[in-house]
């Protein structure tokens, strides 16, 4: 498949605004299953270190 022009690969007869939606959503759910567990990591490690200043300073 040839496209002679860059306007029209993203247009991709018509097709265009399908695949590159379904691209940008696999993209946003790669980058959650990524961010999201880093950032859950990080909230725990806070909320435990806060738990042991806590429990020291009794």
Partial sequence: MSFASLSE???MG???AYVWSSYGISLAILVL????P???RRRYLQDEARRLR???SK
């Fill in 38 to 40: 880093v950032l859950a």
């Fill in 9 to 11: 690969f993203f247009a």
């Fill in 33 to 36: 299953n990524v961010a999201l």
């Fill in 54 to 56: 806590r429990e020291e």
């Fill in 14 to 16: 018509t097709h265009g």
